[in-house]
């Protein structure tokens, strides 16, 4: 699969109906601490709320003001915030057989659907810097490698998973 961007998934008023519903998000804790791929002191910084922890608000803005055809077969959905100056995401695999410990190769059944809720907002994909505006998407499998770098500002993604046999309703 090739990553898609997909400028102005959604406007601008949907995503700030959506971040004036949000409540002050979690730090990622415990498993959802990621450690990179290189292993070691690399444990990604980063706040997140899970679909089933969503205050009824927060649902209800999401219902109101995420496109349909996600609304309709999204298999997980999170908020993320990557604070300023401190969150960073280091390179993390996902979908890594070797890290799976698995001797056959993983076909993934969901792609990341990833929201920037915020302007000026970055994600590495495989070593390729995708640099996205409020609403704007990306759309890629768990294979790629993703990562930040810190920020001056606050990077705040609704991250959907959908299912991968539907990637043409998102636009792949």
């Not at 993703?146 to 920020?151: F, N, P, Q, R």
């Amino acid at each position: 699969m090739t990553v898609i961007k997909r400028t102005g998934y959604i406007s601008v008023s949907n995503c700030d109906a959506m971040v004036a519903a949000l409540p002050e998000l979690p730090d990622a804790a415990g498993k959802e601490y990621r450690n990179s791929d290189a292993g070691g002191n690399q444990v990604s910084v980063y706040k997140i709320l899970r679909y089933y922890s969503y205050p009824d608000s927060l649902k209800a803005a999401w219902k109101a003001n995420i496109p349909s055809e996600v609304l309709n077969s999204y298999l997980v959905s999170t908020f993320m915030k990557i604070p300023a100056t401190t969150g960073i995401l280091y390179p993390t695999t996902p979908s890594e057989p070797s890290k799976m410990n698995m001797n056959i190769p993983v076909r993934a059944i969901g792609c990341f659907l990833s929201i920037s809720l915020t302007d000026y907002n970055h994600l590495y994909l495989n070593d390729v810097k995708y640099e996205l505006m409020k609403g704007d998407a990306l759309l890629f499998d768990g294979t790629y490698t993703y990562k930040t770098d810190t920020m001056s500002s606050d990077a705040l993604w609704n991250v959907n998973m959908v299912p991968t046999w539907k990637m043409s309703t998102y636009g792949a």
